[in-house]
């Protein structure tokens, strides 16, 4: 996850750049444009798709971020936007209706955390995050990238705290075999 | 030296074109001085010639008031008619540079659109107080008081409590972060 250390300096660079500070604008882009990039590359098809969704969630910020009255919670409300902007993306592209939980195929009710991974495995992660659908591979994106509770992971998303819950589970578990199948996984 | 975590590596495995990455960065940069759409030209083109109504007006109601007329009651439309080119010539600046600082000309538009209504309301009820009609006097007083309570006072709160909390917040997390930081350092040291 990101460290206090800049979780604070974004909450300052927020304040900073509502009083008019452009420079501020382009250090929180800085610290959080990388993240934010993964999270949306891992829910788009192609990079250039994801780039020019990166550049409408900054567009969002510049417009919209007094909207947000909690600095603190500026990482939860940027990975929503970005997730709003990946979704509109899909949806212009595709034509019709897009949600992530209308490809939901696991059943609620899990209440096993199991399944950690370790910072060895983060190649084979990377490669394997890929080969998930795609409401799984979301959720378990966000518990890498920032380790976000199941409640933040819910306000993200838009789902219940035990939707959230069982699929982090079924993604770790569905990950853990993608891994082993290819002889990639550490036991 | 401490481990790189899960997300790190993560952040590092991922291929980013250069081209795709530069054209990014110019269009952040580009975010921060936002262009007029027609709409906004329209809208500060009109907010010109209200600024030059108001300079036209004020100024012509502070020299044709009549010898008796308070002193006061001549500030208060001199006061209108500065508000009133101040406006004008925002209002040029902004439509003449081909961008600006958003956030800047939101502060900027909203301070002085304050400021105005508020000396003028004020300006109304001090103006009451020192006419010789009674019944004029009382008519501008409650007319000033009463929009003062409707729409100055919650504005002047408002924007008094966001000011302060935001200032206060923001000493705050520099504090936090300066411990933050100290504590980064300790580690590194360890």
């Known amino acids: 996850m990101i460290s206090q250390t800049d979780r604070i300096r974004s909450q300052l660079l927020l304040l900073r750049y509502r009083r008019g500070e452009t420079e501020a604008f382009e250090e929180l882009v800085h610290i959080w444009e990388k993240p934010l990039y993964y999270y949306i590359r891992r829910i788009v098809g192609s990079e250039e798709d994801a780039w020019d969704v990166s550049q409408n969630v900054w567009l969002q910020v510049v417009r919209k971020n007094k909207q947000l009255r909690d600095p603190e919670k500026l990482p939860g409300w940027l990975y929503q936007v970005s997730r709003n902007q990946a979704l509109n993306h899909l949806r212009s592209k595709h034509g019709e209706e897009i949600s992530l939980d209308q490809i939901d195929c696991f059943p609620e009710g899990t209440t096993e955390s199991g399944f950690n991974f370790s910072v060895a495995e983060a190649d084979t992660i990377h490669w394997g995050l890929d080969q998930l659908p795609l409401n799984q591979r979301e959720v378990l994106t966000l518990h890498f990238l920032e380790e976000f509770s199941l409640k933040e992971i819910g306000e993200i998303t838009g789902v219940p705290d035990g939707t959230v819950k069982s699929r982090l589970f079924h993604a770790k578990r569905a990950l853990r075999e993608i891994l082993q199948q290819e002889g990639l996984g550490h036991e | 030296m401490n481990e790189p975590s899960i997300r790190e590596q993560l952040l590092k495995m991922e291929k980013r074109s250069p081209e795709f990455e530069e054209r990014f960065s110019k269009e952040i940069k580009k975010m921060m001085e936002k262009n007029l759409t027609r709409t906004e030209r329209i809208a500060w083109t009109l907010s010109i010639f209200l600024g030059l109504f108001f300079v036209l007006q004020f100024s012509y109601v502070a020299v044709t008031a009549p010898a008796e007329f308070p002193l006061l009651g001549r500030l208060v439309f001199i ?112």
């Open chain 2, 79 to 190: 006061f209108g008619a500065v508000c009133g080119g101040i406006w004008m010539a925002l209002g040029v600046w902004t439509l003449t540079r081909k961008s600006f600082n958003w956030m800047r000309l939101e502060n900027a538009t909203q301070g002085l659109t304050f400021g105005f209504v508020l000396v003028l309301m004020i300006g109304l009820m001090m103006l009451g107080g020192q006419m010789k009609n009674e019944v004029t006097a009382i008519h501008m007083i409650l007319n000033g008081a009463i929009f003062f309570m409707i729409f100055g006072i919650p504005a002047i709160f408002t924007l008094r409590i966001n000011r302060t909390e935001s200032a206060i917040r923001e000493q705050m997390l520099k504090l936090e972060l300066k411990v933050s930081e100290l504590a980064d350092d300790l580690q590194k040291e360890k």
